[in-house]
């Protein structure tokens, strides 16, 4: 693709722009609605919602959930506060401090606990959060193609900040007893529950950002993303 092609989807930053990051905020809010629909000229599902196979939601004493078909909704409406980029001989490094203000997860989940007596029980499961914070930290290296400079997005992490969730769910043979214990069960460990849920969440939304980017990056080469200039 064109430099003209590429100005259709974003706002071109030059990569010695004294005000870089600024630009490159601005450039992904204008890409926003794009993204969240889906580019299909550029390979790009829609962001919104976002697919997860398999997350582990609880792996405590006496509780375990695992969820699966997922759907995450929420990541396509964020609030970027800054975001930094370092260049390296061979790339570098973009740092993004965002955040979500509602993030929704739906899924299927298997439960089994241990709440008087041994249960186990499946359904769908609802998890609300908001104002989740999210520090990202993007690596990407500058390679060849076709003799051709091109960004390749090498790794990522995601960190994320959840204080508070609420969790709506209803399993196929449980009773309102059963359904109330288990409720209970989660008001209870908290913080257990995130420490388990959380980082899983984590890689899923890294691994599936990070093919997203490196699908549109593959479009373009690196002087057309960030030319070399101001």
């Not at 759907?71 to 260049?87: E, N, P, Q, R, Y």
């Not at 989940?109 to 007596?117: G, N, Q, S, W």
């Not at 959380?198 to 373009?220: T, V």
């Not at 690196?222 to 030319?227: A, F, I």
Request: include cysteine; charged fraction near 25%.
């Amino acid at each position: 693709m064109t430099c003209s092609s590429l100005s259709s989807y974003i706002h071109v930053c030059g990569r010695r722009n004294p005000k870089l990051g600024e630009c490159i905020t601005e450039s992904v809010i204008a890409l926003n609605e794009q993204l969240r629909v889906g580019i299909p000229e550029l390979d790009i599902p829609p962001v919104e919602p976002l697919f997860i196979d398999t997350v582990e939601l609880a792996n405590i004493q006496n509780f375990k959930a695992i969820g699966r078909n997922i759907t995450l909704f929420g990541l396509a409406k964020h609030i970027i506060h800054s975001v930094d980029i370092k260049f390296t001989d061979d790339g570098g490094t973009v740092y993004i401090d965002c955040e979500f203000p509602d993030v929704r997860l739906k899924a299927l989940y298997d439960v089994e606990a241990r709440i008087l007596v041994p249960i186990k029980g499946k359904g769908p499961i609802t998890i609300n959060t908001k104002n989740v914070k999210a520090n990202v930290k993007l690596n990407f290296k500058i390679v060849k193609r076709g003799g051709v400079d091109h960004i390749y997005f090498s790794s990522m992490t995601t960190m994320l900040t959840i204080k508070e969730f609420d969790v709506d769910f209803v399993a196929e043979n449980f009773d309102k007893i059963l359904q109330d214990a288990v409720t209970q069960a989660l008001s209870s460990t908290h913080q257990e529950v995130l420490d388990v849920t959380k980082p899983n969440l984590e890689k899923a939304i890294s691994e599936r950002i990070l093919k997203i980017g490196n699908q549109m990056c593959k479009h373009f080469t690196y002087d057309e993303l960030l030319p070399d200039r101001e």
